[in-house]
């Protein structure tokens, strides 16, 4: 009745005395009447409310979904640039570290080689001194050899020379004081050199 203020006041308007005992059942079922068209009236308010809270619940569902839909491609790709990124810098880091080992690889190859080349180089000059050495002590040995050669030689001719006047000094006994003169002119060595 709430609803229906217009049949609650043609009601209230009725005069007493029309309103008697078998005007009350009418009255009854007119009330009954107004409370069923109030209720339909309020099940379709109530309908046309529930279906424009469904309208509106679907509508911000929809772009609900629309919007969490576009931040996950946008949190997707956002995670497919993060990747490429990180794998870009894995494989510039890769790129570097093997640049950077290749480098020292070489740099070490050519430290060794040096090295290497210095070594042989130190070894041919130690090796040409030592052949040098040896040319040198080979030539003073040879020297020294001929040198002794010769002494020897020259020992063995005065021994000789000795020998050959000790003989001719013991062949002539006759000659006393000739053969004192032949033995110390004989024993004189530094005369025959």
Same mark, same amino acid.
């Given at each position: 009745?709430?609803? @229906?203020?217009? +049949?609650? @006041?043609?009601?209230?308007?009725? *005069?007493?005395?029309?309103?008697?005992?078998?005007?009350? %059942?009418?009255?009854?079922?007119?009330?009954?009447?107004?409370?069923?068209?109030?209720?339909?009236?309020?099940?379709?308010?109530?309908?046309?409310?529930?279906?424009?809270?469904?309208?509106?619940?679907?509508?911000? /569902?929809?772009?609900?979904?629309?919007?969490?839909?576009?931040?996950?491609?946008?949190? @997707?790709? +956002? /995670?497919?640039?993060?990747? @490429?990124?990180?794998? &870009?810098?894995?494989?510039?880091? %890769?790129?570097?570290?093997?640049?950077?080992?290749?480098?020292?690889? #070489?740099?070490? $190859?050519?430290?060794?080689?040096?090295?290497?080349?210095?070594?042989? &180089?130190?070894? &041919?000059?130690?090796?040409?001194?030592?052949?040098?050495?040896?040319?040198?002590?080979?030539?003073?040995?040879?020297? +020294?050899?001929?040198? #002794?050669? +010769?002494?020897?030689?020259? $020992?063995?001719?005065?021994?000789?020379?000795?020998?050959?006047?000790?003989?001719?000094?013991?062949?002539? *006994? %006759?000659?006393?004081?000739?053969?004192?003169?032949?033995?110390?002119?004989?024993?004189? $060595?530094?005369?025959?050199?």
């Amino acid at each position: 009745m709430g609803d @229906r203020p217009e +049949e609650a @006041r043609a009601f209230a308007d009725m *005069p007493r005395e029309s309103q008697t005992r078998p005007d009350i %059942g009418e009255k009854v079922n007119a009330i009954v009447a107004a409370a069923e068209t109030a209720a339909d009236e309020i099940r379709r308010d109530a309908e046309r409310r529930a279906a424009e809270i469904v309208e509106q619940a679907e509508a911000t /569902a929809a772009e609900r979904i629309e919007t969490l839909t576009r931040e996950a491609s946008e949190a @997707r790709a +956002e /995670a497919d640039r993060y990747a @490429r990124d990180m794998r &870009e810098a894995a494989d510039s880091y %890769g790129t570097q570290h093997r640049r950077s080992a290749e480098e020292e690889a #070489l740099r070490m $190859v050519s430290e060794a080689e040096d090295a290497a080349r210095e070594r042989r &180089e130190s070894a &041919e000059r130690k090796a040409a001194q030592i052949e040098r050495d040896i040319g040198e002590r080979h030539a003073t040995l040879k020297r +020294e050899a001929r040198m #002794l050669e +010769e002494r020897k030689q020259r $020992v063995l001719d005065s021994l000789r020379d000795l020998s050959a006047q000790l003989q001719d000094a013991l062949v002539e *006994p %006759g000659q006393p004081e000739r053969q004192e003169e032949v033995l110390m002119d004989a024993l004189n $060595v530094e005369r025959h050199r």
